[in-house]
């Protein structure tokens, strides 16, 4: 029996930070409901599509998504009803052109993208597949390797680290399993020197440590001792990524970056991530330059190109037209996916087809602000992107993704976790 829509309703949740979020939930006619949860960034890139807030100082600080909430339930659910749920590109495209707008302002992007993945869900249970296998089909069998957010800085904690992100990539393992396990070790391994170093060990929005320091190289080399005393070894088993996350300090009038107390010409912060590149085993920067430079962008890639990932997040947001103009332009290698960032399943689909047929790496990802929905690791697995990136170790918003794809791991027959293959220089 066909999976048809019966009827769509949402609902006002939080999420890890406390905000509220939509919860969309896809009740079909044969009695199966499927749900999704919207996740929220902190550091959102400018030309994302739009998350509608409703503005109403008295709740929730302006932050509440009744709007968002009601355009599901009045516009969205009566365009949607009586749909065959497993047609999800009619599902998304009918309601991009119920919005109508280039950046999903009219219904919202939060609204649009719980629906669709509200729908997929639906469908899937009602096929009876996991959500991975009904996503991405019968060849569902590439796990993603992981980048674990272990050190946060930026707008994700409140210390003097510029950068955001500092990340693990436990690549040089035979199963995602071991990855984890090496990675909660590290973890573990990172608190103990932390603590001997009279830092705190509280955490921050990704689940890293928020340690009171402003230096990249130290924060690199507690990693790297945090690495050793696990009993691994850097580079060979578990390298570094970076998301610097460059538009938060990038000074548009002057075109430089404020790093470190210093300000960087486009060229002088390139020089600087080379030579982090050089001393430390660095596999990816993930916005090193900031999303209106396409002229720094371009210098990083010529630079660093050949070297290691060099992730678009901010300045693709996950829009086909936007990682286009960065192909042609030759700005980064990889593109970080964030299915909200863009607001619909299929276009998402479209932007890592588009990628990895123009050569370009994908990195599914979560947002700071995140929930307990899963739907992420499935999605990894099923567009076999090959790496996630999804928070550190710890705070249950994070674990969860990764307990999901441990599950598909046992799941899957022979399943494959390509950190070799992708790291084979290491
Ligand atoms: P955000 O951060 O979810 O706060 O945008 C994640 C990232 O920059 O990758
Ligand atoms: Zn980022």
Redesign the pocket.
């Known amino acids: 029996m066909k999976p048809i829509i019966k009827n769509i309703y949402a609902m006002e949740i939080l999420d890890s930070r406390g905000n509220p979020t939509v919860k969309v939930f896809c009740e079909l006619e044969n009695g199966i409901i499927g749900s999704a949860c919207v ?7 400018k030309y994302e599509a739009l998350e509608l807030r409703d503005g109403d100082k008295s709740r929730f600080f302006g932050k509440g998504v009744l709007k968002a909430i009601k355009n599901i339930e009045e516009k969205i659910a009566s365009a949607l009803k009586g749909m065959d749920a497993s047609s999800q590109r009619e599902i998304d495209i009918r309601m991009l052109e119920l919005d109508g707008t280039e950046d999903k302002t009219e219904l919202g992007a939060n609204a649009i993208l719980g629906v669709s993945l509200a729908c997929a869900r639906a469908s899937a249970h009602s096929y009876g597949l996991p959500l991975y296998k009904y996503l991405g089909g019968l060849n569902s069998y590439i796990l993603p390797v992981p980048m674990l957010n272990i050190i946060n800085g930026g ?2 904690a409140d210390n003097p680290l510029d950068i ?2 500092f990340m693990i990539v436990p690549h040089g393992f035979d199963s995602l399993k071991k990855a984890i396990r090496a990675a909660s070790e590290t973890f573990h391994n990172l608190k103990k020197t932390l603590k001997e170093n009279g830092l705190s060990v509280s955490v921050g ?2 689940g890293g440590f928020a340690p009171n320091i402003s230096s990249t190289e130290k924060a690199i080399e507690f990693i790297l001792k945090a690495i050793e005393k696990a009993g691994y070894k850097p580079e060979e088993e578990i390298s570094i990524a970076l ?1 610097c ?1 460059a538009s938060e300090f990038y000074d548009d009038k002057n075109g430089t970056y404020k790093i470190e107390g210093k300000e960087l010409k486009k060229d002088e912060l390139v020089s600087f991530y080379e030579e982090l590149v050089k001393k430390y085993p660095i596999v990816s920067i ?2 090193g330059m900031a999303e209106e430079d396409w002229e720094g962008w371009k210098i990083i890639t010529q630079k660093l190109g050949d070297k290691i990932m060099l992730v678009g ?2 300045v693709f947001v996950t829009n086909k037209k936007r990682i286009e103009k960065g192909i042609k332009e030759n700005c980064a290698n990889a593109v ?1 996916i ?1 299915l909200n960032q863009i607001g619909s399943l299929t276009e998402t689909q479209e932007a890592i087809d588009f990628s990895h047929r123009n050569g370009y790496r994908t990195v599914v ?5 995140e929930t307990e929905d899963t739907f992420i690791a499935d999605f990894s697995v099923a567009m076999g992107t090959g790496f996630i ?1 999804t928070g550190s170790v710890s705070r249950s918003e994070r674990v969860a993704k990764y307990n999901r794809l441990m599950e598909i791991e046992n799941e899957v027959f022979k399943a494959v976790y390509p950190g070799k293959l992708f790291f084979k220089s290491h």
Do not use: F, Y
């Open positions: 996740p929220s960034g902190a550091s959102t890139g707008v994700h955001q992100e929005d990704e998301d996350a993930e916005d997040d901010d970080l964030k990802s979560h947002r700071s602000g990136k």
